[in-house]
Nanobody, 122 residues
Framework: QVQLVESGGELVQAGGSLRLSCAGSGLSFSSYAVGWFRQAPGKEREFVAAVNYSGGRTLFADSVKGRFTISRDNAKNTVYLQMNSLKPEDTAVYYC???????????????WGRGTQVTVSS
């Protein structure tokens, strides 16, 4: 059974930093792309960032470029989203997801976690 568990979300002030973690189990986590998405209240879920199976290739939404980084530790079956210079508009539930692909990073994704809340106060 595939399981993705996000952690690290909390309340932070604007300009602050957070690191989200996504721990995977039940699949060959290190073989596939992992992405982060977010959904703010009243808005559709949007793509944030993704990393390929090896960590050698990444993709970011324009809204987070230069502020967020994504990395993975395949020995720990974990992917991280480092978020710096946070803004109130980054407030959302953040989800990680796995794409059964060794090449593509763009949606759609195949397996999803339940999300972690990030709130950025102004």
């Amino acid at each position: 059974q595939v399981q993705l568990v996000e952690s690290g979300g909390e309340l932070v002030q604007a300009g602050g930093s957070l690191r989200l973690s996504c721990a995977g189990s039940g699949l060959s986590f290190s073989s596939y792309a992992v992405g982060w998405f977010r959904q703010a209240p009243g808005k559709e879920r949007e793509f944030v960032a993704a990393v390929n199976y090896s960590g050698g290739r990444t993709l970011f939404a324009d809204s987070v470029k230069g502020r967020f980084t994504i990395s993975r530790d395949n020995a720990k079956n974990t992917v991280y989203l480092q978020m710096n210079s946070l803004k109130p508009e980054d407030t959302a539930v953040y989800y990680c997801a796995v794409k059964i692909s060794r090449v593509a990073l763009t949606p759609p994704y195949d397996y999803w976690g339940r999300g972690t809340q990030v709130t950025v106060s102004s």
